[in-house]
């Protein structure tokens, strides 16, 4: 979700003036979500787990790619006695989706995933055996993971909406001095 930020032109001369922080405004500034935007990207969430159609390999260079990863993987999977796991290359985004289709479609009984590295380099896939119960087992946990982690990121986006909501479940009368253009404003978004 990508908002608009309006602001006069007086209103920042004047903030300038008298030292704030803009940096502080964007990085640690309270965060707001409206009940229309959070339902929004809850369901982006969940659309995003709709399969993707699959990449068509066109060019010399990237069938050599994902031939390089089958002899790889047939190696290791060759090996009786090589680790559990096997670390690809560090690749791109393409080629990990390709790895992810073609491994995945070749390989149906081995799990993948991608592992960032500590040194900021590019991300790169791990391959694991595994029987088609743990398989399954992982690829559920890694779906709640990812779900839990969407709600907290959508959580904390909320922001000051949790004050919003609270003062609304209390059904009290809310008093202030010249409030009723901040309120307009506040709902308005």
């Known amino acids: 979700l990508d908002r608009t930020f309006l602001v006069q032109a007086s209103s920042l001369t004047f903030l300038a003036e008298n030292n704030f922080d803009f940096n502080k405004l964007v990085k640690d500034g309270i965060s707001f979500l409206s009940l229309d935007d959070e ?24 069938k050599a790619y994902v031939q390089k990863l089958f002899d790889k993987v047939d190696a290791w999977i060759a090996c009786p006695d090589a680790e559990s796991t096997l670390s690809l290359d560090p690749a791109n985004g393409f080629h990990r989706r390709l790895c992810y289709q073609e491994v ?9 995933f991608k592992k960032d590295p500590e040194d900021g380099g590019q991300p790169h896939i791990v391959v694991e055996r595994m029987t088609g119960e743990e398989k399954e087992e992982r690829e559920c946990k ?19 909406r949790r004050v919003l909501d609270e003062l609304v479940s209390t059904k009290k009368l809310v008093v202030g001095h010249n409030m009723i253009m901040d309120l307009a404003s506040v709902f308005d978004q």
């Open 39 to 62: 339902d929004e990207i809850r369901a982006k969430g969940v659309a995003t787990e709709a399969p993707r159609d699959p990449v068509v390999i066109k060019k010399e260079e990237d």
């Open 104 to 112: 995945g479609a070749r390989y149906p009984h081995l799990y993948m």
């Open 142 to 160: 890694d779906q709640e993971e990812k779900k839990s982690k969407m709600e907290a990121e959508l959580a904390k986006a909320v922001g000051f």
